[in-house]
């Protein structure tokens, strides 16, 4: 199976414009890959689009669709092979290999994910934490000595870095980016609730724990409207 | 300005079908009220759909049909009123008033949510912790004190619980939302990395915090097919 879609190489011209995988779909190339892990680890050997398109609460057209992206995996009537689509799934996402990450604040959230079962069983690694507040910098915290924030950039670089994790408060989040940038790091992730800006060729993504919250309200303050689980 | 669609009272009995509210757009709209509170905080008065789209990294017709689902609420060249369409904006998500959360599950996640800003920021006040842990039991955390779990569906159901948040193992993370359900908690975001249930009428809502990891995973691998930020 050929990772990238014919039509790239045939228009590579258009490359920046035609084909960019929207979020939407990135998301759910996730979900599909947790799915069948979950039911390889049960034994199952086929699944059908029906199926994984059920556990995800979406359509068998959709996710025929968002696998077509990539490549023709299954074939009609006979389902997909779980190892093979897990394992395809796995290569296109950057899976089922090791990233190493880098937290910057070990507050509450950073804390929370230095011990999140769910980045090290998708072999993202925090093996480096750090902070500016001298009573945390030298402390360990779930096996993780603290490093100072101070020298961010230098280490960063030395130690390689694929994957920063950002939990610091709001008004430190765009300079933690920077020295992060300026230590080569090209793969963001922000928790800091503030929108932060990266020069191009940086991969900037958001996480806001909230938003899942406030889709709640919307959908208890407007039942008829929200789609129901 | 009418929070309910003219077309859902026209085509009522097509209700369930066609007024649901796509996930990506309850989503966008809770960054715009984001945008606009930020905004708002800065002392400007109105703002274009354009700086609105910008400032959330999608197209201004994008923004104009989001908020068209509603009603009308800028007028063509003048852009809209930051309150005003905040205020609306707010109504519509169930945001601006309090909302009472329990949170199940009093580990690293759990006291990550319990200082969490961005809930008490948008009126998510988790009033309630428990856990099944023996130690954790009548302890204090960020000034909530931890309840058992054993009689979670019973005080749930007493103090009138509007949203509570899951943030157990996974393995029990099915038997908290039957006990939630009985006691009338009719929204659920839950942290465990695992699918769960609910009857007709309960919203449940899943927090993955490594997808978007596994997004910047996928960007590193793909750089031409990722978008950059």
């Given at each position: 199976m050929n990772q990238l879609p014919i039509r790239r190489r045939r228009h590579a011209r258009f490359r920046a414009v035609t084909n960019h995988i929207s979020d939407s779909t990135v998301h759910r190339l996730s979900k599909y890959y947790r799915t069948l892990s979950m039911v390889q680890s049960k034994g199952v050997k086929t699944i059908s689009s029906d199926s994984l398109a059920l556990q995800n609460g979406v359509t068998a057209a959709q996710v025929r669709k968002d696998l077509s992206c990539f490549g023709a995996f299954g074939r009609r009537g006979l389902g997909y092979s779980v190892a093979d689509l897990k394992k395809n799934i796995g290569k296109i996402m950057g899976l089922g290999r090791t990233w190493k990450v880098a937290l910057v604040g070990v507050g509450n959230v950073g804390r929370a994910l230095l011990d999140y079962d769910q980045f090290r069983l998708q072999?993202?690694?925090?093996t480096l934490a750090f902070d500016a507040d001298p009573t945390k910098i030298g402390r360990d915290f779930h096996g993780i000595t603290v490093r100072d924030a101070a020298n961010l950039a230098d280490e960063v670089n030395r130690e390689a870095v694929d994957i920063a994790v950002i939990a610091v408060p709001s008004d430190y989040a765009q300079a933690t980016v920077d020295k992060l940038v300026a230590g080569g790091v090209r793969a963001i992730l922000n928790f800091a609730p503030i929108n932060i800006t990266a020069p191009n060729g940086v991969f900037v993504r958001h996480e806001n724990m909230a938003i899942e919250i406030e889709a709640l309200a919307f959908a208890l303050t407007n039942p008829d409207l929200a789609k129901g689980d």
């Amino acid at each position: 199976m050929n990772q990238l879609p014919i039509r790239r190489r045939r228009h590579a011209r258009f490359r920046a414009v035609t084909n960019h995988i929207s979020d939407s779909t990135v998301h759910r190339l996730s979900k599909y890959y947790r799915t069948l892990s979950m039911v390889q680890s049960k034994g199952v050997k086929t699944i059908s689009s029906d199926s994984l398109a059920l556990q995800n609460g979406v359509t068998a057209a959709q996710v025929r669709k968002d696998l077509s992206c990539f490549g023709a995996f299954g074939r009609r009537g006979l389902g997909y092979s779980v190892a093979d689509l897990k394992k395809n799934i796995g290569k296109i996402m950057g899976l089922g290999r090791t990233w190493k990450v880098a937290l910057v604040g070990v507050g509450n959230v950073g804390r929370a994910l230095l011990d999140y079962d769910q980045f090290r069983l998708q072999g993202f690694q925090i093996t480096l934490a750090f902070d500016a507040d001298p009573t945390k910098i030298g402390r360990d915290f779930h096996g993780i000595t603290v490093r100072d924030a101070a020298n961010l950039a230098d280490e960063v670089n030395r130690e390689a870095v694929d994957i920063a994790v950002i939990a610091v408060p709001s008004d430190y989040a765009q300079a933690t980016v920077d020295k992060l940038v300026a230590g080569g790091v090209r793969a963001i992730l922000n928790f800091a609730p503030i929108n932060i800006t990266a020069p191009n060729g940086v991969f900037v993504r958001h996480e806001n724990m909230a938003i899942e919250i406030e889709a709640l309200a919307f959908a208890l303050t407007n039942p008829d409207l929200a789609k129901g689980d």
